[in-house]
């Protein structure tokens, strides 16, 4: 009985000795396989979907879930949607009151990255409001602050540094990677900027109107002598809105109009009678058919080029 008693207690701290041993052993496999994970980014829109990829690379999943046919900055995803938000790892922030469904749900405050968070003081206010409707998004209104803040490339590179620093601070294990790829897409930005510096130069006074209030920052940046209506690409404007443009071109003598994407023939051609051409600068606020965030800009800035020669 009393070799048995021996026994049992040799076992029982054999036992816990092998538990003291393994239990450590897996908790750092599971560490291990958890750090080793991509992490999951969401993002309000395509450029920052974009430039996380850039930075992240294999180590995040970087998705923006938006259907391609609607405007990111009205777009309201339903509850599935926001559920996959709520279980990313990161969610990307725009800023500048972008995506203004983020203030109407309940996503976890420790997620958020707010990009544009340390150039508020750069943020644009738009003076006077003009509500207006077009494609599945319905009614929405231009007030409050201009919001596409990555066509300043600028400001883009602030963006992006701000996306880098927040993975950096999720696994700094891969700080070197997240800081390389950010010098690459800091220089590909760089480089971008500097094309279209040269290229508005030419004639920096050269009026244009904008088929829509979208190049506040591009304008700013870059010095462009530009004045907005509020077009559509794929509709065709109205008798009061061949009016208002016809008012604008009595001071502002435009010879060019920037559309947001490739516009209908008959404005196009309607356009030529008043004596303007059409050139199409995407904001590329949505993902692209074809290419990425910057084939579309490089097109861009050559779609430019025509107007200042």
């Not at 690409?233 to 008012?247: I, K, M």
Request: proline fraction near 7%.
């Amino acid at each position: 009985m009393f070799i048995k008693r021996i026994f049992k207690i040799k076992y029982y701290y054999l036992v816990v000795w092998k538990a003291l041993i393994v239990i450590p052993i897996m908790l750092s496999f599971i560490q291990i396989s958890s750090a080793s994970e991509p992490l999951k980014v969401y993002a309000v829109n395509y450029p920052l979907k974009y430039f996380a990829g850039r930075i992240g690379g294999e180590n995040v999943r970087a998705v923006f879930p938006a259907p391609q046919d609607v405007d990111p900055a009205y777009w309201k995803p339903d509850i599935a949607t926001i559920g996959a938000y709520q279980k990313a790892d990161l969610i990307l922030l725009n800023g500048a009151g972008y995506a203004g469904w983020i203030n109407k749900v309940s996503l976890p405050r420790s997620k958020l990255v707010d990009t544009s968070k340390n150039f508020q003081y750069r943020i644009i206010t738009i003076k006077g409001t003009v509500t207006h409707s077009h494609g599945p998004g319905g009614a929405h209104a231009h007030e409050g602050a201009a919001f596409t803040t990555w066509l300043d490339l600028d400001l883009a590179t602030l963006q992006a540094r701000a996306i880098a620093k927040a993975f950096i601070r999720r696994k700094p294990d891969l700080r070197n990677i997240f800081e390389r790829n950010f010098t690459a897409l800091e220089k590909d930005l760089a480089t971008l900027s500097r094309d279209i510096e040269s290229t508005v130069s030419k004639d920096p006074s050269k009026p244009f109107v904008a088929s829509h209030p979208v190049y506040d920052y591009f304008s700013r940046r870059y010095g462009l002598n530009i004045q907005s209506v509020h077009w559509e690409p794929d509709e065709n404007p109205d008798d009061r809105q061949w009016a208002e443009l016809n008012t604008i071109l009595k001071e502002h003598p435009a010879k060019w109009m920037i559309w947001e994407g490739k516009p209908g023939s008959i404005p196009v051609k309607k356009l030529k009678t008043f004596g303007i051409d059409s050139l199409v600068f995407d904001p590329c606020g949505n993902a692209p058919g074809q290419g990425d965030f910057f084939s579309v800009m490089r097109r861009n800035v050559e779609n430019l080029k025509p107007a200042f020669e």
